[in-house]
């Protein structure tokens, strides 16, 4: 686990490093539960915005979900879909977990901190995401016919 993580930190990207500063938030000396999860949210969000474009100010990872979710047929990556676990619908329901479950972001009468064990979910959940996104693994299918097309294939 620690092997594959440490491959995405080596990235000198943005999304990489807000991933770092999470690991560290959540894993350090003086865990920052709240702290790694957002910066967790923030990787993902900043990976994501590279391969998905949002045509709005300020997009969001919510706007990519949406986005992944009304449109999952323009969408691929390298798993065999299946009908029980179509590949972009999980990826949406992973990045979904994520983001509704920073629930620390927004005051409300229910506020609480993220625990230790959630800011730490959230760092590997993020990571993996991080991972998929930055290689490359998110691919636009509407690219692939376009490059058919074009050449002929």
Known sequence: MQGAFDEVLSDAALASQKLKEAWADAYGVSPRPSVAY??????????????????KPDPTLGDVITILDTQQKYWS??????????RIEVLVKLMRLLWRGHSSRHGRPDYRDASDEEARGAVLLAATLVGWLTAGLLVDAREDLTQATVTGA
């Open 38 to 55: 957002a910066n967790a949210v923030v990787a993902v969000e900043i990976a994501a915005l590279e391969v998905v474009p949002i045509n």
């Open 77 to 86: 990556l390298p798993f065999r879909d299946n009908d029980k676990a179509p």
